[in-house]
């Protein structure tokens, strides 16, 4: 009788369990180390470190790329679940975990190797013209110059799956004059292009800031996603699968 009551519960059990997997579905355009690409088997330290975190939750990471300010937007809307890589100047209103997932050290200023131009304050900015990525936050100084001169000579805004990579090569080609990006995700970038010697850094941007996977905050459970994945990162420190997945990609645990 108790192997037929078990044989009876069984399937309600399994229902059960798989009632309360979720599919979380996160994105953002490739910024390689923090993100790269979706079927490679290094998809990125962040994508590594929820994946990790969520399969022990029950739960299953879709990670896809798409343009920045599209993520924000789709994610804003609640058609995906969170975006990764993001400042909180990113966007303010999404839910943040209370562990960051890295310290990026920083926005540079990049031009070529032959180029003279160093930053010395906002007015330095007038003399060029400079190359972001839409959506991004680059520290409340640059993104008001942006905000202010997008749409005029002074600034180009591009957007896309790989905007780094277009706009490293277009100062290589003499269409901008400077561009701004984190220093680490930059080298990495430029290296991979074997352009590396080509160009040099010109100046800081921004002081180094926290960085998050955040989640939507028009989906209710983007709170719970949040204590399971800050309460992961704790986990995994503790454990050194942290520190094994940061090696990976050659970066150092920030704590």
């Known amino acids: 009788m108790r192997t037929i009551i078990f044989i009876l519960i069984l399937p309600v059990l399994f229902s059960i369990s798989i009632a309360g997997a979720d599919t979380i579905i996160m994105a953002a355009d490739r910024w390689c180390p923090v993100n790269c690409e979706p079927d490679s088997p290094r998809p990125g330290f962040m994508v590594e470190i929820a994946q990790q975190v969520f399969t022990k939750a029950g739960h299953t990471i879709e990670y896809r790329i798409v343009p920045w300010a599209r993520a924000i937007e789709e994610a804003n809307a609640g058609r995906i679940n969170g975006i990764i890589g993001a400042f909180h100047g990113d966007a303010p209103d999404f839910i943040f975990p209370e562990n960051e997932l890295f310290l990026l050290s920083g926005n540079s200023f990049f031009v070529t190797s032959k180029s003279k131009w160093t930053y010395k304050d906002i ?105 399971i994945l800050s309460d992961g990162v704790d986990m995994l420190r503790k454990s050194g699968q942290l520190k094994k997945i940061l090696n990976a990609y050659e970066v150092d645990d920030w704590k």
């Open 123 to 227: 007015s330095s900015l007038s003399e060029i013209i400079i190359g972001a990525i839409n959506g991004y936050d680059y520290g409340e100084e640059i993104n008001s110059y942006i905000n202010k001169y997008k749409g005029t000579k002074r600034v180009d805004l591009i957007s896309g799956n790989h905007p780094l990579e277009r706009n490293i090569q277009k100062l290589l080609n003499g269409r901008i004059d400077v561009l701004v990006e984190s220093n680490v995700v930059f080298w990495r970038t430029a290296s991979a292009m074997g352009v590396k010697d080509n160009i040099k850094s010109a100046g800081q941007a921004s002081k180094p800031e926290k960085c998050y996977i955040a989640f939507s905050p028009s989906n209710i459970k983007s709170k719970e996603y949040a204590k």
